[in-house]
């Protein structure tokens, strides 16, 4: 079983940067790919971004595309996800989830394992 814990969210002012941390437990951590969700009050589960098991692909939603990265350190079994110039709009309660193909995925149900989410407030 792999266990992921979000981490890093809170309140941030309109145009200010927030970097979330999810961490794995397991030792297969290399082997998944791992995304990036969010879900905000009244609207459905969204994809943010996605990276391959190796790193070297990634994949992000065109409402953050430019402004959020992410990228993933095997030997600390963590993902990350950079959000810079965040938007009100950007509002919404973080999820990491990993894929045990290893493919790059936009849809949710492909996913495996979920943390239990972080909240990101951006204010105006």
């Known amino acids: 079983q792999v266990q992921l814990v979000e981490s890093g969210g809170g309140l941030v002012q309109a145009g200010g940067s927030l970097r979330l941390s999810c961490a794995a437990s397991?030792?297969?951590?290399?082997?998944?790919?791992m995304g990036w969700f969010r879900q905000a009050p009244g609207k459905e589960r969204e994809f943010v971004a996605a990276?391959?098991?190796?790193?070297?692909?990634?994949y992000f939603a065109d409402s953050v595309k430019g402004r959020f990265t992410i990228s993933r350190d095997n030997a600390k079994n963590t993902v990350y996800l950079q959000m810079n110039s965040l938007k009100p709009e950007d509002t919404a309660v973080y999820y990491c989830?990993?894929?045990?193909?290893?493919?790059?995925?936009?849809?949710?149900?492909?996913?495996?394992?979920w943390g239990q989410g972080t909240q990101v407030t951006v204010s105006s």
């Open positions: 397991g030792r297969a951590f290399s082997s998944y790919a």
């Open positions: 990276i391959k098991r190796s790193g070297g692909t990634t």
């Open positions: 989830a990993a894929d045990y193909s290893g493919r790059v995925s936009t849809v949710w149900i492909d996913y495996d394992y």
